[in-house]
T-cell receptor, first 112, second 111 residues
């Protein structure tokens, strides 16, 4: 089976940089995704790492180390609107290679 | 833009009722998923489908079944609703590469 671990809560100030870590144990692995979910909303896709290294999309970056079964999401120049829950998700090989198993989520609070 | 729609935003049902949750996507995606989301537990996969009439159990399939007769539509069925199935139900679709597109969710309350 799969298990993913990420911190339950992180607090940071506006303008700062925050890193949300995710470690995983899976029986098959194709890649790691990150999703953002605001209160009352649906999760939305942020990034995907299929290979080791850093992927950058604007203020957000995501990193993967397959040998360490570890990844992180880096948010720079934090804004109040970044307050949300962030989920890492492992893509394993089930069902044609697109099954995603989610972590329990990290609630990010951005303060003034 | 990809659009995933779910038949209801809020639903209240009684214990023992048969419940149908419908999901439709408009991007010709092969893969469709049903998750439930509960506080502190994240998103847990109930069932998914990678082709018409194909389905696979996720991590918590007990008490649920699914139907996919057409590519764009994926239905979740609660055969006999119970109070522990009170939850937020999220449908999603994808083509590939771990990128899921989620619907707005259905908040189901079973009394």
């Amino acid at each position: 089976g799969q298990s993913l671990e990420q911190p339950s809560e992180v607090t940071a100030v506006e303008g700062a940089i925050v890193q949300i870590n995710c470690t995983y144990q899976t029986s098959g692995f194709y890649g790691l995704s990150w999703y953002q979910q605001h209160d009352g909303g649906a999760p939305t896709f942020l990034s995907y790492n299929g290979l080791d290294g850093l992927e950058e999309t604007g203020r957000f970056s995501s990193f993967l180390s397959r040998s360490d079964s570890y990844g992180y999401l880096l948010l720079q120049e934090l804004q109040m609107k970044d307050s949300a829950s962030y989920f890492c998700a492992v893509r394993d090989g089930g069902g044609g290679g697109n099954k995603l198993t989610f972590g329990t989520g990290t609630q990010l609070k951005v303060e003034l | 833009d990809v659009k995933v729609t779910q038949s209801s935003r809020y639903l209240v049902k009684r214990t023992g009722e048969k419940v149908f949750l419908e999901c439709v996507q408009d991007m010709d995606h092969e893969n469709m998923f049903w998750y439930r989301q509960d506080p502190g537990l994240g998103l847990r996969l109930i069932y998914f489908s990678y082709d018409v009439k194909m389905k696979e159990k996720g991590d918590i399939p007990e008490g649920y079944s699914v139907s996919r007769e057409k590519k764009e539509r994926f239905s979740l069925i609660l055969e006999s609703a119970s109070t522990n199935q009170t939850s937020m139900y999220l449908c999603a679709s994808s083509y590939t590469s771990g990128r899921l597109y989620f619907g707005p969710g259905t908040r189901l309350t079973v009394t």
